[in-house]
């Protein structure tokens, strides 16, 4: 079963505004990572954070996480067009090894329009 | 560097077929991993690998097989492609060897259609 689920399903801004995508799970984790895919390409990422972190940046990006929650956001500002794509949460199964699986959920599709 | 590079970019079979979809990696990545990605659906594991010689099921590994005789190569095997196999796949790798304490790299996808 997929592990992260993304929210919203689709974000659409105007060039300038923030954008914020939020990221629920439902087990415990090592970490998580978010990645970005722009149309008929594959997925790049974009940062991870480790389960004793709650806040990370880079860039424009800031992504939270709250384990008590299990909920993670990422947030973008000063959104561009060029932003637009699919944006996606994984997580891995704390298994208590390094050997795990990541799990990715359905995506947040932003739209960002100039 | 290529990175991830998976071939073909798109294939078309019909059910009863079998093929090998290819990807390989030049970065020295230990793992390695294979997803499908449908409307609606995100990506979901196939089938993935922490190792020359070493694989192991994913979230939907069935109709699937795979093998890794080498670090750089890790092809999935369509052996009776049946309609539901309709997808975009995406093969990653990792420089972690659990697969899931650094970024994956993914391929460009191939799109394979079943009819």
Redesign the interface.
Known sequence: ??QGEEDPQALSIQEGENATMNCSYKTSI??L?W?RQNS??????LI?IRSNEREKHSGRLRVTLDTSKKSSSLLITASRAADTASY?C?T?EDRG???????????TQLTVWP | NAG?TQTPKFQVLKTGQSMTLQCAQDMNHEYM?W?RQDP??????IH?S?GAGITDQ??VPNGYNVSRSTTEDFPLRLLSAAPSQTSVY?C?SSY??????????????TRLTVT
């Not at chain 1, 008929?40 to 990422?45: S, T």
């Open positions: 079963s997929q090592n970490n990572q990645y008929g390409r594959g997925l790049v990422h991870l996606f994984a891995d090894s390094t050997l795990g699986r990541l799990y990715f959920g359905r995506g | 991830v991993s997803y609606g659906m995100g990506l979901r594991l993935y922490v994913g979230e995406f990653a972690s060897p659990g697969g899931n304490n650094s970024p994956l790299h993914f391929g460009n996808g």
